[in-house]
């Protein structure tokens, strides 16, 4: 008996060891790009030409982070990355607002104020979740053209707002349904309205559905390139646009540093936003799966 529960103990350590080893194995194929990056945005470009990807830099410097933030080229203009990121940070954060917003709405709706056709109308919101980007581009420029938003930063806000509200819909929906009908009924027989209701029952404890859908609408604004390349003016493109732009331009000498650097920096806020709460995107995928 002491054998068989020794022979048990050495095969799940093993089994765990080996568990550990291939998901340490696949965080550093993961994570081998972005330390590709960071390391030559560190470079000088000598010890880019002269070293391999993996080297480390003779000297440490940021000049290549301060000229792709202030003054590399992004096409015909030279002025950096720091006002495209001024402007997604105009897009992301309306839209992601206005979005969650209206999905906490509709799931509210769609599962505590039902009426004939909820489910009609739930499944026609479902089904904006699988339209794909290149679908909605001409009618959605058209509707721009129409409202006189095109190429505007009101525009691309409503763009995602629009394209958006199917899956925030889809969060709350899900996570509300959870949420025991009694209560509702309670607070209708106190007295309590349609907003009232909404808003001190409702939304106190739609914490973990608010962080995900705030993560996930925030990364998918900030790393949309179509939206922003297709409907943006001028002087109204995102940070993923000025990126792309920026990586293409072919004047001068190729400096592949402060390519680095300008793609750390697009990237360094959906970088920060899953680091400090990527454990609460998690926690509230499965908050709402209990029922429905």
């Not at 922003?228 to 592949?256: H, I, R």
Request: include cysteine.
């Amino acid at each position: 008996m002491a054998n068989m529960v020794r022979r048990h103990t050495t095969s799940a350590r093993l089994w765990r060891g080996g568990l550990y080893t291939l998901l340490i194995v696949a965080a550093l194929v993961y994570l081998l790009p972005l330390v590709v990056m960071l390391l030559t945005s560190l470079k000088p470009l000598d010890d880019i030409r002269a070293g391999g990807l993996l080297s480390l830099p003779s000297t440490i410097s940021f000049e290549a982070w301060s000229k792709a933030w202030g003054s590399a080229c992004t096409g015909m203009r030279c002025d950096g990355m720091s006002g495209y990121f001024l402007n997604s940070i105009a897009i992301v954060v309306p839209a992601v607002a206005i979005s969650s917003f209206v999905g906490a709405l509709n799931g509210y709706v769609l599962t505590k104020w039902r009426f004939r056709g909820a489910n009609l109308c739930f499944a026609l919101l479902l089904f904006g979740c699988f339209v794909p980007f290149q679908v909605v581009l001409m009618p959605m420029a058209r509707t721009l053209g129409w409202l006189g938003l095109a190429s505007s930063t009101s525009g691309l806000v409503l763009v995602h707002v629009v394209y958006g509200i199917a899956f925030t819909t889809l969060f709350f929906r899900n996570y509300y349904v959870s949420i025991p009908d009694e209560m509702i009924a309670a607070a209708k027989l106190d007295g309590a309205g349609f907003w009232r209701i909404f808003w001190r029952i409702l939304l106190p404890v739609s914490g973990p559905i608010i962080t995900v859908t705030v993560i996930w609408q925030f990364t998918q604004i900030w790393n949309d390139f179509l939206f922003g390349v297709s409907f943006a003016g001028f002087d109204s493109q995102p940070v993923t646009v000025a990126l792309n732009n920026m990586v293409n331009t072919s004047t001068g000498v190729k400096e592949y540093n402060v390519d680095m650097a300008a793609a750390m920096i697009a990237a360094l806020p959906t970088l920060v936003v899953y680091v400090l709460a990527g454990k609460y995107f998690v926690r509230g995928l499965t908050a709402g799966s209990v029922k429905g």
